[in-house]
């Protein structure tokens, strides 16, 4: 089991940009791919990007292909998301994932952190 640990979330204005990290620990991770997910209340949880952790190859959901990037810290055993030209609707529960899938389907990852609250203000 993979045990993982969000950080880096908060209040930022609409416009903003914010780093999250994940923090990944339990064993090695060569065959996994890491993922960011959000929850807004009321919504499900949205898939956002996903990288493998082997090349470092990346997918993103359209709706924020060009704002968001994901990447990793092999040193560091933690993965990144960096958002950019935030907006209202970006408001939520971000969540990190991880499983031996290349996948956007929540139910594909065994492995979630406990998720950071990002809060965009107008």
């Known amino acids: 089991q993979v045990q993982l640990v969000e950080s880096g979330g908060g209040l930022v204005q609409a416009g903003g940009s914010l780093r999250l990290s994940c923090a990944a620990s339990?064993?090695?991770?060569?065959?996994?791919?890491m993922a960011w997910f959000r929850q807004a209340p009321g919504k499900e949880r949205q898939f956002l990007a996903g990288i493998r952790w082997r090349d470092g190859s990346t997918y993103y959901a359209d709706s924020v292909k060009g704002r968001f990037t994901i990447s990793r810290d092999n040193s560091k055993n933690t993965v990144y998301l960096q958002m950019n030209s935030l907006k209202l609707e970006d408001t939520a529960v971000y969540y990190c994932?991880?499983?031996?899938?290349?996948?956007?389907?929540?139910?594909?990852?065994?492995?979630w952190g406990q998720g950071t609250q990002v809060a965009v203000s107008s």
């Open positions: 994932a991880a499983d031996r899938v290349i996948s956007s389907r929540q139910d594909d990852f065994g492995s």
């Open positions: 339990g064993r090695t991770f060569s065959s996994y791919t």
